[in-house]
């Protein structure tokens, strides 16, 4: 485990790493400072014509469907990391119409794996080890100046790595909209993200469905106060709200960005700039419509012995993942902040490319900053 851990650390860094699998080794070099030098770097040492590796969601921007998650399009000699980074990050970008994509092998499929894992944009240009330079290459990793990682370690990284939350420490911190509120802190097993469950009010006296908000971390807008989204305003009117109500849970969730980091939503909000919208800024940049799930968010809950709950969100899915994970969602409740003129656009494409239920938002009959008075019944 250990070992993918800095397979992933050396990939933030921009270095080149080796993915064993049974099929063929692969040398990886991330799309993130992927130049000139590094392409012929990586096809010297790999001994094969470079691929470039991305995600079905990439390939969709280029024009091309495919059913494998993870695809690579041959690169040739003359491509220059110019044009590569173009293909997997660009948002106008067209693969010449004679280069046909193919399936990715495990290394691969691994290698972009640890790419997600990381934050970083999910694309990589990778190299299948040749016989011929297979002594080369394993002179490097034994001499430390590559790392090498198992595709089956990273598969197994990759399914458990969330699970096992370990609560480090808590304290009393009262908040302007709720005295009474405890910060619960908890690990993830690898040490990698920490996400904090803000416990307001006594647990004995919460009602039977305790209220609960499942808040996905927002720098620019929860502490910024970004106009561009409404997040900063929901989160202190959740609070508010837990409180008004008895008391609650409020999960932060180290999920920036829908899952996709801050670094990468910087990235997609230029694309936004430039006329996509938020769901299509993600797609070129080979993300999903949202790449969050909720398996830490049931694991907090669990620990904190909450099984049914009333919901805070205008999000169809957090409901479903609450139901799929067995917490009973009693009630949803609408969480609004105010709309501006910054916003409008984000949350109009919530509401029509991710099914929020933000009408009343929209059309300008909900009070903004508030929680809604509504007792809507849970989609389902
Ligand atoms: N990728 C991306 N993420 C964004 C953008 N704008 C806001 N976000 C992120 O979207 C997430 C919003 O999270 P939440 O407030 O939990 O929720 P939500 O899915 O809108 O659902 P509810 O607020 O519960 O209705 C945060 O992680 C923000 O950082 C954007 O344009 N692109
Ligand atoms: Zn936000």
């Known amino acids: 485990m250990r070992q993918v851990e800095r397979a992933i650390f050396d990939l933030r860094r921009g270095l080149p790493v080796l993915v064993r699998a049974a099929n063929s080794d692969v040398l990886v070099h991330p799309l993130e400072g992927c130049d000139d030098e590094a392409l012929a770097a990586l096809h010297a040492l790999s001994g094969n014509e470079p691929a470039l590796a991305v995600t079905r969601h990439r390939l969709a921007r280029l024009g091309l469907d495919t059913a494998d998650r993870i695809v690579r399009i041959p690169l040739d000699p003359a491509d220059t990391a110019e044009e590569v980074v173009a293909w997997a990050s660009a948002e106008k970008s067209a693969l010449p119409p004679e280069i046909t994509p193919q399936s990715a092998n495990e290394g691969t499929v691994a290698a972009l794996d640890m790419m997600r894992i990381g934050l970083l944009i999910p694309a990589a240009v990778v190299g299948d080890v040749s016989d011929a330079q297979r002594a080369r290459v394993e002179t490097l990793v034994a001499d430390g ?24 420490s808590d304290a009393e911190i009262p908040l302007s909209h709720a005295e009474r509120a405890r910060f619960v802190m908890f690990r993830e097993a690898d040490g990698m993200r920490e996400h904090i469950a803000i416990v307001i009010g006594d647990p004995n006296d919460w009602s039977d469905a305790v209220p609960v908000r499942l808040h996905s971390a927002c720098l620019t807008g929860d502490l910024f106060g970004s106009l561009r989204c409404d997040c900063g305003e929901q989160l202190r009117e959740s609070v508010r709200a837990i409180d008004e109500r008895g008391g609650g849970v409020l999960l932060y969730l180290a999920q920036e960005g829908r899952g996709i980091g801050l670094a990468n939503k910087l990235r997609a909000y230029t694309l936004q700039d430039g006329g996509l919208d938020t ?28 099984e049914r709950i009333e919901l805070l969100t205008n999000n169809p899915e957090k409901i479903a993942a609450m139901d799929q994970g067995g917490v009973e969602v009693v009630n949803r409740r609408g969480i ?9 656009r984000y949350l109009d494409a919530k509401a029509k490319r991710a099914g929020h239920w933000l009408e009343d938002v929209l059309n300008g009959s ?15």
């Open 145 to 168: 100046s590559i790392l090498a990682v198992a595709a089956e370690q990273v598969d197994a990284y990759a399914e458990t790595r969330s699970n096992f939350l370990k609560r480090t």
């Open 279 to 306: 769901v299509d800024a993600d797609h070129v940049l080979g993300f999903g419509d949202d790449e969050r799930t909720y398996g830490v968010a049931l694991e907090m809950l669990e620990q904190l012995e909450i």
């Open 336 to 344: 609004y902040g105010k709309l501006t003129k910054q916003n409008r």
């Open 366 to 380: 909900e009070e903004a900053g508030r929680v809604t008075a509504l007792q809507r019944p849970a989609a389902r």
